[in-house]
């Protein structure tokens, strides 16, 4: 009896050799580090991938499922997401027929190294850099759809100089825009004290290192040298979270990335990542994505178009 092939379940990369003009990519030799794209669906181009560069990425036609790293969520027409690189995306639409829909996607990709060597000398390149930083998770704007589509046509129809500006514009009311969501993972949020935040990547690397290892704030109080108390400010400040919720946000988010990219079994996922039972598994689960382990693995499948 043949075995059977396992499922493909990690992210495509994306290379530049497979950015054919003929699927909607501009022609290398006819831009610079500014790329823009637009696309209908269904297309090659709508799969569960990634790549080095970021991806500004509006939709303006059809609705469905929207998968971001380990955010699963819906779209409609408005939708408008940054990605980092390397970070997995796919949009997959539900509501189109077989004859699809001729313009869906309208995508600007851009690379990181030109922009923060630009900023090192071009101190007015630097307000865009927080921005970079948090699209490491994925942004969802709101309220942006239609300056959005008017930058990115603006980008389209220009080339050189002056695509350049209108690219920076862009980013310029992006960087700017205080209506948004994060949608992948966990990420330190403070800024304003190196020393502090040092302290907290340690305790973050040490907890996402050994992520099952049970662990309390008394504890990393102690061994902080401060009082619990204290401590409890001095994370919240610098996480945006008690330290019992960040734990479970950082074993939840591991449990996700394991239900996508392995067949392993739900209970076993939830041991590994340090639940000490099913039912407190589900439950975190639950509370912090909207949707059991299982519904999770199950839309999780939809990335992938199928």
Same mark, same amino acid.
């Given at each position: ?18 950015? +054919? ?7 290398? #030799?006819?831009? &610079?580090? /500014? ?6 669906? *269904? ?27 380990? #955010?699963?969520?819906?779209?409609? *027409? ?6 980092? *690189?390397?970070?997995?995306? %796919? ?26 060597a630009a900023a090192e000398h071009m101190p007015e390149l630097s307000e ?29 129809? +220009? ?26 993972? /966990? ?13 907290? @990547?340690?305790?973050? @690397? ?13 504890? /990393? ?5 401060? +009082?619990? +108390? ?9 996480? &945006?979270? @008690?330290?019992?919720?960040? /734990? %479970? ?8 990335q394991l239900l996508m990219d392995t ?6 996922? &939830?041991?590994?990542?340090?639940? @000490? ?30």
């Open positions: 009896m043949a075995r059977a092939i396992p499922r493909q379940r990690q992210p495509e990369l994306e290379h530049d050799y497979l950015r +054919s003009p003929a699927l909607g990519y501009e022609a290398p #030799w006819d831009v &610079g580090v /500014v790329r823009c794209l637009a696309h209908g669906f *269904p297309t090659p181009l709508a799969r569960w991938h990634h790549h080095d560069e970021y991806e500004l990425h509006l939709i303006v036609a059809s609705s469905g499922k929207a998968f971001v790293g380990d #955010w699963i969520g819906q779209f409609q *027409p408005g939708h408008l997401v940054l990605t980092g *690189p390397r970070l997995p995306h %796919n949009w997959v639409s539900m509501d189109v027929g077989e004859e699809g829909v001729p313009m869906r996607d309208l995508v600007i990709q851009f690379p990181h190294a030109p922009i923060a865009v850099l927080p921005l970079l930083e948090r699209a490491k998770r994925g942004i969802e704007f709101f309220g942006m759809s239609d300056l959005a589509q008017a930058h990115w046509q603006r980008a389209k129809d +220009s080339r050189g100089l002056r695509r350049m500006a209108a690219f920076c514009d862009y980013l310029a009311d992006l960087a700017r825009c205080t209506d948004y969501r994060l949608l992948s993972t /966990v990420q330190m949020q403070a800024d304003d004290d190196d020393a502090e935040l040092d302290q907290i @990547n340690r305790i973050v @690397n040490r907890l996402t290192d050994d992520i099952a290892q049970p662990v309390s704030a008394g504890a /990393v109080a102690a061994e902080l040298g401060m +009082s619990e +108390s204290r401590f409890s400010r001095f994370f919240r400040r610098a996480t &945006g979270n @008690n330290f019992t919720d960040f /734990v %479970n946000r950082l074993r939840v988010n591991r449990a996700g067949d392993r079994k739900v209970g076993d996922i &939830g041991y590994e990542v340090g639940f @000490n039972n099913l039912a407190n598994f589900n439950r975190r689960f639950l509370e912090l994505k909207g949707m059991t382990p299982t519904e999770f693995r199950r839309q999780a499948d939809k990335r992938f178009g199928g």
